[in-house]
């Protein structure tokens, strides 16, 4: 098991669908990650909380919001996505200065998009 | 364009042998270069590295940074089985946002 807490484990919605992905960290880490990883590649960077604030967006669909309400918890609100975004979602959170402070993982949140 | 480069993409060893992971980076902005072990789910942090020549070890896992030629290679030696994994090298480009570039990852199966 890892510090860091994804739910659901797994997920299946329609194109129509609206719900969210669930990410919890308590190792007073102050950023927070979503990376998507498609099989048999590695994992792409998707969004960066930095001290709650965001600070990177990869060029993401809108389909897909972020939202991080406090320094624990980060969320991803999935609405009207494509069979497409099918993957593995990861959350990672690290100290706020980056270079010396590694990324731990989350185990994942399945995604299947029909 | 920012890139890691793994080799070799897969691997097949027995048990007992030694093996050698080797990753590759051409980034504008180094700060340092992490290695992560991925089974089934969540990649596993093992080495953060950012100085030249000092290994880093760990049982039977070491690694080292060579950041002139810009390389790094992982070590696992007398592998065993729970050793099987996809192994990750990851370098970071920016120290505000701790941003990653993965490599392509190489796959380790070792068999009995």
């Known amino acids: 098991d890892t510090e860091v807490t994804q739910t659901p484990k797994h997920l299946v919605m329609g194109m129509t669908n609206k719900k969210s992905l669930k990410c919890e960290q308590h190792?007073?880490?102050?950023?927070m990650y979503w990376y998507k990883q498609k099989a048999k590649k590695p994992p792409e960077l998707m969004f960066v909380?930095?001290?709650?604030?965001?600070?990177i967006n990869e060029s993401v669909p809108s389909r897909f919001s972020p939202e991080c309400p406090n320094s624990s918890l980060l969320n991803l609100h999935l609405h009207a996505l494509q069979p497409e975004d099918s993957a593995l979602y990861l959350c990672?959170?690290?100290?706020?200065?980056?270079?010396?402070?590694?990324?731990?993982f989350g185990n994942g949140t399945r995604l299947t998009v029909t | 364009e920012d890139k890691v480069v793994q080799s070799p993409l897969s691997l097949v060893v027995h048990e007992g042998d030694t093996v050698t992971l080797n990753c590759s980076y051409e980034?504008?902005?180094?700060?340092?270069l992490l290695w992560y072990k991925q089974e089934k789910k969540a990649p596993t942090f093992l080495f953060m590295l950012?100085?030249?020549?000092i290994e880093k070890k760990s049982g039977r896992l070491s690694s080292i940074l060579d950041k002139k030629e810009l390389f790094s290679i992982l070590n696992i030696t007398a592998t065993q089985t729970g050793d099987s994994a996809v192994y990750l090298c990851?370098?970071?480009?920016?120290?505000?946002?701790?941003?990653?570039?993965f490599g392509t990852g190489t796959l380790l199966a070792v068999q009995p």
């Open positions: 990672a959170s690290s100290q706020a200065r980056g270079w010396d402070s590694p990324l731990h």
């Open positions: 980034v504008t902005n180094f700060r340092s």
């Open positions: 990851a370098v970071v480009i920016d120290d505000a946002t701790n941003k990653l570039i």
């Open positions: 950012t100085s030249s020549g």
């Open positions: 190792m007073g880490h102050r950023a």
């Open positions: 909380y930095s001290y709650e604030k965001l600070s």
